[in-house]
């Protein structure tokens, strides 16, 4: 069965470090996202990614974060200084169709710890 | 306020036994879905309900919607121990593409053998 897979796993920074995060979406989907969840909070929306460009960005989403879909199967996120709490569990996720149809493939989520 | 609060926080339950949890909402929604989290895992989906739906059944699950009382239930018939996870409402608010979920706090959900 089709998988959104993300890597890295796991990984450890030290604060003001850019981090990239990787994502490989389900083939021929179309929406692309980034949520987070703190550790022992809830899942937060960052950014959604359509026909090459963002069209949803939250408040969380600030001029430290980007995303880029660099050729036609990565989808990344890049956080360019991170920040202690920016640790969290990152989740990337895709969908076929686009709000309306709503179902989201989510991957098993890269963890972030910044120290 | 938040959107999409669910209860109770937690819940425990001997296998066989069915389980209920309850989301509530505040803005007008799209669609709302459920989806489940095992500890340290990504996020499931595990169905979605329509706005114009009332009800909508996938397996065990059972998934009912009020729009006039903004709220939702999921119900897991005959529980098994390996159903045993975090469960999430979500809301789609909508855009103009792209879907913007707004998750809950979800309910941990324990089977016990």
């Known amino acids: 069965e089709p998988e959104v897979t993300q890597t890295p796993s796991h990984q450890v920074t030290q604060m003001g470090q850019e981090v990239i995060l990787r994502c490989v979406p389900i083939s021929n989907h179309l929406y692309f996202y980034w949520y987070r969840q703190i550790l022992g909070q809830k899942v937060e929306f960052l950014v959604s990614f359509y026909n090459n460009e963002i069209s949803e960005k939250s408040e969380i989403f600030d001029d430290q974060f980007s995303v880029e879909r660099p050729d036609g199967s990565n989808f990344t996120l890049k956080i360019r200084s991170t920040k202690l709490e920016d640790s969290a569990m990152y989740f990337c996720?895709?969908?076929?169709?686009?709000?309306?149809?709503?179902?989201?493939?989510f991957g098993e989520g890269s963890r972030l710890t910044v120290l | 306020s938040q959107q999409g609060e669910e209860d109770p926080q937690a819940l425990s339950i001997q296998e066989g036994e069915n389980a209920t949890m309850n989301c509530s909402y505040k803005t007008s929604i799209n669609n709302l879905q459920w989806y489940r989290q095992n500890s340290g895992r990504g996020l499931v989906h595990l169905i979605l309900?329509?706005?114009?739906?009332r009800e909508k059944h996938s397996g065990r699950l059972r998934v009912t919607l009020d729009t006039s009382k903004k709220s939702s239930s999921l119900l897991i018939t005959a529980s098994r121990a390996a159903d045993t996870a975090s469960y999430f409402c979500a809301t789609d608010v909508g855009g103009t593409s792209g879907s913007r979920l707004t998750f809950g706090e979800g309910t941990q959900l324990t089977v016990n053998p």
């Open positions: 309900i329509r706005s114009n739906e």
């Open positions: 996720a895709s969908s076929e169709l686009d709000w309306f149809a709503g179902e989201l493939f």
